[in-house]
């Protein structure tokens, strides 16, 4: 976490190039040649430990740098951490709009200008929470709490979106935001949105931040368990929503691969039959993603096998008459790839009696 009043602990963090060198080079190349060096406090601290995780060749010494090339290089840093400043100030300016109480009932363009100007601020903040150590900074300016607490409810659509999207930038690939963000009820917040709202651009950016917290996260995963989040996801796999529908069952999909020993939970959903509706639909691209969850819930799970055999899914003419389909259109070889999957791994066995074994 990133001190705001101090730029020094933030010093290991701007060269990992450098810290990469030392330790690929293998020779510690410290004073004395004593483990890992000490993290610079300083400017100059750092100044000195690039010079020094510069130099490839350990032997012979390299030159030293020249006044100007010294002076360049300290202006390049100071700039550097200046610029991280200022974009903490940036984020502090943000919520302090997006702090301030809803005005009351005006005019209409009092009312939009006052949305716009909060849609700005959150816009701003995705910007920089791109950057891991700004997000950090920002859950610790308790922007999170405000987030969750205010602006996953608000009335406008457009603030609703926003705030969803910025969680989920935040919080991909952040244990430390995720856990935060899990402890502040998102999860329960995000789902209601992408099963309830009226706005599809919400449901989308609901359905993004849901991904960032659930996916490589076991207590997300654990959260999504208990607050039924495979019935909401099947059912936006069944909106008119291409873009909600995809992305549902990519997700789907990767939690089947990630999780096999969720399938069991699944099976007893009736996640096979609802997976195999879908796939009786209208042929789209959406079909792929609907195919490899079916492919990752038979994979190695004779329970998932045996339903998908059940003689009134008719599966197996299904999948023959899609695989017909498909044939000489390299846009759905993915597809196509699924579907002998499925057929191989369904219906080429001898016996049922050796699934059970």
């Known amino acids: 976490m990133a001190d705001k009043g101090s730029g020094g602990s933030r010093l290991p963090l ?22 890992n060096p000490r993290p610079p406090r300083n400017l100059q601290g750092l100044l000195q430990m690039a010079i020094t995780a510069g130099s490839e060749e350990p032997d012979p010494p390299p030159e030293p740098m020249s006044e100007e090339r010294r002076q360049w290089l300290q202006e390049a840093m100071s700039a550097a951490f200046r610029g991280q400043r200022e974009e903490v100030e940036q984020m502090k300016s943000c919520l302090r709009v997006l702090s301030q109480p809803t005005p009351p009932t005006t005019g209409e363009a009092e009312l939009a200008n006052d949305q716009q100007e909060r849609e700005g601020a959150l816009e701003l903040l995705a910007d920089l929470c791109e950057n891991m150590d700004n997000a950090a900074d920002f859950c610790q300016l308790s922007g999170m709490h405000l987030l969750v607490g205010r602006y996953l409810e608000a009335a406008a659509a457009g603030l609703r979106w926003r705030a969803a999207q910025l969680i989920g930038t935040c919080s991909q690939n952040v244990a430390a935001i995720q856990e935060q963000v899990l402890g502040l009820g998102a999860l329960r917040k995000l789902l209601r949105l992408l099963d309830r709202d009226a706005c599809d651009t919400v449901r989308v950016k609901a359905l993004f931040a849901i991904s960032c917290l659930v996916r490589e996260q076991e207590a997300g995963l654990l959260q999504f368990l208990r607050l039924d989040g495979f019935s909401v996801l099947m059912r936006a796999m069944q909106q008119q929503v291409q873009k909600l529908k995809v992305k549902s069952a990519f997700l789907l999909q990767n939690l089947l691969v990630g999780h096999p020993e969720h399938k069991g939970t699944l099976c007893s959903m009736g996640m096979v039959q609802q997976l195999v509706a879908l796939v009786r639909t209208e042929h789209s691209p959406f079909h792929e993603h609907v195919l490899g969850a079916l492919c990752s819930l038979v994979t190695d799970f004779p329970q998932g096998v045996r339903e998908c055999r059940e003689p009134e899914l008719g599966l197996e003419e299904l999948l023959r008459h899609r695989c017909q389909l498909l044939q000489q259109r390299e846009e759905f ?15 080429s066995s001898p016996t049922d009696d050796s699934m059970d074994r």
């Open 14 to 35: 701007a060269l990992p190039p450098a810290s990469q060198g030392c330790s690929s080079g293998g020779s510690g190349s410290s004073a004395g040649g004593s483990g």
């Open 333 to 347: 070889q993915e597809e196509l790839e699924f579907c002998e999957k499925l057929l191989q791994t369904c219906f």
